[in-house]
């Protein structure tokens, strides 16, 4: 799944950058455009993983407290199995 839709028509917006980091890159050639929506990818999917991970936590807590007020239906299972025995 994207987390955005990298075919979208390009957009500008105003970007504040340190004017020597600015000169540098350009006399290395680099392109900063290129560069900045690399590294806002990067960050929305950071943002979407620590997401994804923070909801796997809930759900996993969600379930140890499940088991521990219930137990589980394995356990529950085995103990028919081994009572019918």
């Not at 809930?58 to 088991?67: K, S, T």
């Amino acid at each position: 799944m994207e987390l955005y839709d990298p075919q979208a028509a390009k957009r500008a917006v105003n970007v504040t950058l340190n004017g020597d980091l600015v000169a540098r890159a350009r006399a290395e050639g680099l392109n900063l455009s290129a560069l900045a929506e690399q590294a806002v990818a990067a960050e929305l999917t950071r943002i979407a993983r620590e997401k994804f991970e923070a909801e796997i936590a809930q759900a996993c807590r969600v379930h140890e407290d499940y088991l521990a007020e219930y137990g589980s239906l394995g356990a529950a299972v085995r103990a028919i199995t081994d009572a019918a025995e």
